[in-house]
């Protein structure tokens, strides 16, 4: 069975007594109330991984992840982040090729490769994100324009590798557009990169692959979309904020 997985990401938001305060509360919340068996994974800003990490101690099923990380191991390149100084904070999962990533800081799905690679040999499990704009949906090029990020980047890693590796589709045209994606539209896209994964690596391979939905998914269209036969979770952007929705979304397997 599919790791079932609920990723939230802080972006560049919460100050450090928010940080905080909001580990605390959904640590909390996940300890004390039912929740099924889902793997929860909070992505801080780098700043507040030492204390996120404190707080999720002892809490088995809740993990550590950065937003990025570096495509270098280490070396003169300021402001940067490396994947072993992820792991070294505790890390076990890191974000790699967000749609934000892509469009302000021009990251190539070549980069994008380098990173991911960074990301296995430091032993985390990268959230590969990919995912179509507003005029490529409308053309209706969206299911090639995905698997060719896919091709691109992840098509040179072994299966044992991709095996690792989490994948995030995120419909960027439906992402503060006021557009919305139907749960029909998510289980659609799912199963088309399932179905180029299982195209290059076998179906057996693709069948282990947890794809998370990245669309402004909220605790009122969870359960609807999570009901879907190839999404397996969620990565969670503005609900994450908020303890109690970030939680509710956790319980609505």
């Known amino acids: 069975m599919r790791k079932k997985i609920v990723a939230g990401n802080w972006k560049m938001n919460c100050l450090q007594e ?4 909001l580990t605390s509360e959904i640590v909390n919340m996940i300890k004390d109330e039912p929740t099924a068996d889902v793997t929860v994974v909070l992505n801080p800003p780098y700043v507040h991984l030492h204390a996120v990490n404190k707080l999720i101690a002892g809490v088995d099923r809740v993990h550590l992840g950065g937003q990025n990380c570096s495509d270098q191991a280490s070396g003169a390149f300021t402001g940067e982040v490396s994947a072993g100084m992820l792991a070294s904070f505790g890390a076990s999962y890191v974000i790699i090729g967000h749609s934000e990533r892509r469009q302000y800081f021009n990251e190539t799905n070549e980069l994008l490769t380098a990173k991911t690679r960074q990301a296995l040999d430091n032993g985390l499990q990268p959230i590969f994100c990919c995912g179509e704009p507003l005029e490529i949906r409308e053309a209706g090029t969206h299911e090639t324009y995905v698997k060719d ?3 691109a980047s992840l098509f040179n890693f072994t299966e044992e590798e991709l095996k690792k590796i989490v994948i995030a589709y995120e419909p960027i045209w439906a992402i503060g557009t006021g557009k919305t994606a139907s749960s029909e539209q998510a289980q659609d896209m799912h199963a088309a990169i399932r179905s180029h994964l299982a195209g290059k690596y076998g179906d057996a391979t693709a069948n282990e692959i947890s794809i998370l939905y990245g669309g402004s998914c909220k605790p ?16 969670i952007g503005g609900a994450s904020l908020k303890s109690r929705d970030f939680v509710a979304i956790v319980q609505s397997f």
């Open 18 to 21: 928010e940080g905080q305060k």
């Open 149 to 151: 990020q896919l091709t």
């Open 220 to 235: 009122d269209n969870a359960k609807e979309i999570f009901s879907k036969p190839d999404v397996d979770g969620g990565l």
